[in-house]
T-cell receptor, first 113, second 111 residues
Framework: QKEVEQNSGPLSVPEGAIASLNCTYSDRVSQSFFWYRQYSGKSPELIMSIYSNGDKEDGRFTAQLNKASQYVSLLIRDSQPSDSATYLCAPKAGGTSYGKLTFGQGTILTVHP | NAGVTQTPKFQVLKTGQSMTLQCAQDMNHNSMYWYRQDPGMGLRLIYYSASEGTTDKGEVPNGYNVSRLNKREFSLRLESAAPSQTSVYFC??????????FGPGTRLTVT
């Protein structure tokens, strides 16, 4: 089993729709979770962090965390063509005193006009 | 603030040559990281430095060395480059929140 699993996609949604990106992780003691967006040829950009079970909203983005199910998701409302990118899920490894993140392979999102 | 900067942006090396990738951050972060990103492999941690004066191996340290020169700077050295080290290299830094911020990357080709 991979440490972090994401559907590679591509996930294609029409402009204005909700894009739902999912991630499961194997480290049961992970406490911090991050979503990064990476445009082609660019570096990863942090877009959301979540530490507690439940939902966290920031603008058009909502992160959802369920530690019992070892599941974290990212919803993008009112999707725009500029949201087309690869989205990386990254739990922080549990039990370490530094910020070691384990990155998933990423989900490619395409938003078509 | 520039955030995390990396030099060079592009580099082509011949097998056996050496080079140092430079990284600096101006966010006063304690921790710094070096990753490589390859198609189908995702981001993999090469080395990290939890704080000034300390460095430790990540998942794929073979063929690399690092130096944490001071709180701002963390360099990655390839002593004898191999074609398998052709990759995109990213430096990142983080504070106590563990949120990592990435530099623009170095695209390295070893022929």
């Amino acid at each position: 089993q991979k440490e972090v699993e994401q559907n590679s996609g591509p996930l294609s949604v029409p402009e204005g729709a909700i894009a739902s990106l999912n991630c499961t992780y194997s480290d049961r003691v992970s406490q911090s979770f991050f979503w990064y967006r990476q445009y082609s040829g660019k570096s990863p950009e942090l877009i959301m962090s979540i530490y507690s079970n439940g939902d966290k909203e920031d603008g058009r983005f909502t992160a959802q965390l369920n530690k019992a199910s070892q599941y974290v998701s990212l919803l993008i409302r009112d999707s725009q063509p500029s949201d087309s990118a690869t989205y990386l899920c990254a739990p922080k490894a549990g039990g370490t005193s530094y910020g070691k993140l384990t990155f998933g392979q990423g989900t490619i999102l395409t938003v078509h006009p | 603030n520039a955030g995390v900067t990396q030099t060079p942006k592009f580099q082509v090396l011949k097998t056996g040559q050496s080079m140092t990738l430079q990284c600096a951050q101006d966010m006063n972060h304690n921790s710094m990281y070096w990753y490589r990103q390859d198609p189908g492999m995702g981001l993999r941690l090469i080395y990290y430095s939890a704080s000034e004066g300390t460095t430790d191996k990540g998942e794929v340290p073979n063929g690399y060395n690092v130096s944490r020169l001071n709180k701002r700077e963390f360099s990655l050295r390839l002593e004898s480059a191999a074609p398998s080290q052709t990759s995109v290299y990213f430096c990142a830094s983080s504070a106590e929140s563990y949120e990592q911020y990435f530099g623009p990357g170095t695209r390295l080709t070893v022929t």
